[in-house]
């Protein structure tokens, strides 16, 4: 079956750095879009970044210039470079297969930036 398994989340100071990682199996990765979404608390979860199998990128304007998605097909992983973190980026950040219907969540991975 279709795994999405999440790390890299923490704490971080503000103007700090984290990578998140999302290692996918059970497809065929290279053909499938990629996005990472996140769900901050009394909030509804939002996209942050997709990116398709062709490498062709998006990003929610609230992190554009400030996060990098890319995937690796040789290891079926999904990154998420993150960088200038503020405190309003604190959220469960989810890996999703399938863009834009979502296929398959992955189970989340907290990132708290703290001011």
């Known amino acids: 079956q279709v795994q999405l398994v999440e790390s890299g989340g923490g704490l971080v100071q503000a103007g700090g750095s984290l990578r998140l990682s999302c290692v996918v199996s059970?497809?065929?990765?290279?053909?499938?879009?990629m996005g990472w979404h996140r769900q901050a608390p009394g909030k509804q979860r939002e996209l942050v970044a997709v990116?398709?199998?062709?490498?062709?990128?998006n990003y929610a304007d609230s992190v554009k210039g400030r996060f990098t998605i890319s995937r690796d097909n040789a290891n079926n992983t999904v990154y998420l470079q993150m960088d200038s973190l503020k405190p309003e980026d604190t959220a469960v950040y989810y890996c999703?297969?399938?863009?834009?219907?979502?296929?398959?969540w992955g189970q989340g991975t907290q990132v708290t930036v703290s001011s």
């Open positions: 059970g497809i065929i990765f290279r053909l499938n879009a």
């Open positions: 999703a297969n399938g863009h834009p219907i979502v296929r398959k």
């Open positions: 990116i398709t199998s062709g490498g062709s990128t």
